[in-house]
């Protein structure tokens, strides 16, 4: 029987790539809902080719889809609005699988409501987990759902780990004989700049990745690294390990897309061409295996695979990151928001480049840590941190 699936950010660099698998599987998958924020003209597009029952936009954009799918003769199509949409499909008993797949703090309440629902989740919105850690981790096994890494390095790290890893007690410590996790990184497009050069570097510049075609904001987090920190985070998360045991690799070509080690000397690897369709397939079929346009890896074509250490003085994203993880609490959700205020800044160009760690680091400084207990202490949190941002962003910005 086919599984219904729930998209949400459907219009996004990873809901897109999802819908191409889907499309390659209709016998496997339907569509059930989709989602956008903007770009309503794609969202009616991909209603018309994917017949989803409902589609979930902002309040003010509801008209302008409601004539669209009119004129598409999509009428029978419901439309649902706002946050409440958003978790309804979410949750909704006919969805089998949600892909959250919405950027940023946005998707949180409905990738939570997913977990919740006892869903097939695959995990595409890292800074949900980043920001509830311990909740949603918690949520899935009182509610029964299982959370499928889809980011491609926690897909990676998931194929080499063993299958029974996730029965295994929860301490912070490796087990079943791993002994570290080797979380690999592009590096960004800046990899090789000086401080002075990433001074001046435009958003244009910024979003433009060697290796990867991605969303404008996690396009940022990987040129200030700070996407390898937000993932060093979601590993401790989804892997159960303290942040000591997670070492990030610079790995310049993104041909390994990250790698466990054992305590006989073993390293494995998972390998392929950077192409989000890969991960997204594995998170859909697991524990099955399904085809995908994506070709096979060519090695001939590769035949230099470079590594090395990240320079945390040029990026030190990275290590903000890795510190938030290690005070825990509300760390990690005051760390994303402020990143998200600061990316979104450097975006609109009111501040530069090197301000965003500044922002980050800035406004850790200024809250009190405490225990992330409660789903209202971690909002609190991060809108705290986002009015905080904000001040920075004005007080400072070039
Ligand atoms: P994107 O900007 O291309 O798409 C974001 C989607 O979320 C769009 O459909 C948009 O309409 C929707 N959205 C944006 N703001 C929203 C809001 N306030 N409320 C509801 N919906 C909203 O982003 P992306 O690159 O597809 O990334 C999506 C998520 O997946 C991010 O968390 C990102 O870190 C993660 N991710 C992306 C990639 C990639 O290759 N693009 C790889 C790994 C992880
Ligand atoms: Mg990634």
Redesign the pocket.
Known sequence: MSQAVCI????????Q?TLKILQQHPEAYSVFAV?????ITELAEICQQYRPKVAVV?ANKVDELSQLLQVQGLSDIEILQDEAG?ISVAEHPGVDIVMA????A??LLSTLAAVKAGKRVLL????ALVMSGDIMMQAARDYGALLLP???EHNAIFQCLPQNYFDAERNGQPKLGVHQILLTASGGPFLNYSLEQLHDVTPAQACKHPN???????SV?SATLM?KG?ELIEACHLFAVQEQFVTVVVHPQSIIHSMVQYVDGSTLAQMGNPD?GTPIAHALAWPQRISTHIPALDLFKHSQLNFQEPDVVRFPALKLARQAMKSGGIAPTILNAANEIAVAAFLNQQIRFTQIPQVVETVLNQMDNQPAHDLDTILHADHTARGLSQQYVVNKGS
């Open positions: 949400l950010g459907a219009t996004g660099s990873i809901g790539s989602t956008a924020q903007s770009r902002p958003l797949a919405i950027v940023g946005a998707g595409a919105n890292k800074e889809v980011d491609s990867w075609s991605m969303g404008q904001k996690i987090d996407n937000l989000m």
